[in-house]
């Protein structure tokens, strides 16, 4: 598995912009599908983002289509989230994911692998 280390988060004001960033160790992470979830206080874990392994291919969350995108570097062994237009219900715990056998990115369910989450507080 990989180790995933987000960064990037912080205070922002509402209809300001954020990028998160998601570094990977390990040498297969090229062969990751990644994915980016969400977990407001006192709500589960939420789907946001997901992105193939080659970066072809991206899917959104309803939720906050059109406010932001998923992109990757594989050189870097990172993976980004770019967030705009934010809103204060968009404040939240970002995490990042990964699994090598998610092969359908419309379908991001339990990824083998999770970072420690980066805090995302927007204000009004």
Not at 105 to 111: L, N
């Amino acid at each position: 598995q990989v180790q995933l280390v987000e960064s990037g988060g912080g205070l922002v004001q509402a209809g300001g912009s954020l990028r998160l960033s998601c570094a990977a160790s390990g040498h297969t992470f090229s062969s990751y599908s990644m994915g980016w979830f969400r977990q407001s206080p006192g709500k589960g874990r939420a789907f946001v983002a997901a992105i193939s392994w080659s970066g072809t291919a991206t899917y959104y969350a309803d939720s906050m289509k059109g406010r932001l995108t998923i992109s990757r570097d594989n050189a870097k062994n990172t993976v980004y989230l770019q967030l705009n237009s934010l809103k204060p219900e968009d404040a939240a715990v970002y995490y990042c994911a990964g699994d090598p056998l998610i092969a359908n990115i419309h379908i991001f369910e339990r990824p083998s692998s999770w970072g420690q989450g980066t805090q995302v507080t927007v204000s009004s």
